[in-house]
């Protein structure tokens, strides 16, 4: 079922999503510490934003009919931070390696599948839709480069 929260939502992970292709093909090509550190730089403020977006407006709305589902997604959150920080240093310190890069996007894009497929389906049906569109659209808006 097509709605907007979910329409919204998933187009953030589909733009979360050329971003992964733009830093895996980098990674992998090798590209020149400047060209990674940019390109790192883009994804991480994105990819933060997302996550905040999601805990702060999304998901304390669904917290009390889906508690377990909420708080497994918050816990993988929270990894998703460390690696961002683990994999942030190696670009920083110019020693960052495709494999960690790939297996962050792996994990991410399992992530995105899931919240796809559980709580992007709630959020239109089981919240206020319209309050929470409006936010969404702002906290995202909010990290997108020139915005």
Same mark, same amino acid.
């Given at each position: 079922m097509s709605t907007p929260i979910h329409d919204l939502l998933l187009g953030d992970h589909a733009r979360l999503?050329?971003?992964?292709?733009?830093?895996?093909s980098a990674a992998e090509a090798g590209?020149?510490? !400047? $060209? #990674?550190?940019?390109?790192? $730089?883009?994804?991480?403020?994105?990819?933060?934003? +997302? #996550?905040a977006a999601e805990e702060r407006e999304?998901? @304390?709305?669904?917290e009390d009919r889906h508690g377990v589902d909420v708080q497994e997604l918050r816990a993988e959150h929270e990894q998703f931070r460390a690696l961002l920080d683990r994999v942030g240093l190696e670009v920083d310190l +110019?020693?960052?390696?495709? @494999?960690?890069? !790939?297996e962050l996007i792996a994990? #991410?894009?399992? +992530?995105?599948?899931?919240e796809d497929a559980t709580v992007y389906l709630w959020a239109d049906t089981e919240t206020e839709g319209v309050g929470l569109l409006a936010t969404l !659209?702002? #906290?995202?808006?909010?990290?997108t480069p020139g915005a």
């Open positions: 999503d050329g971003l992964f292709d733009e830093l895996e590209a020149e510490a !400047q $060209t #990674l550190r940019a390109l790192w $730089t883009r994804f991480e403020a994105v990819l933060r934003a +997302h #996550l999304l998901f @304390p709305r669904l +110019h020693a960052v390696r495709a @494999p960690a890069v !790939q994990r #991410l894009r399992a +992530h995105a599948d899931r !659209q702002a #906290l995202l808006a909010a990290a």
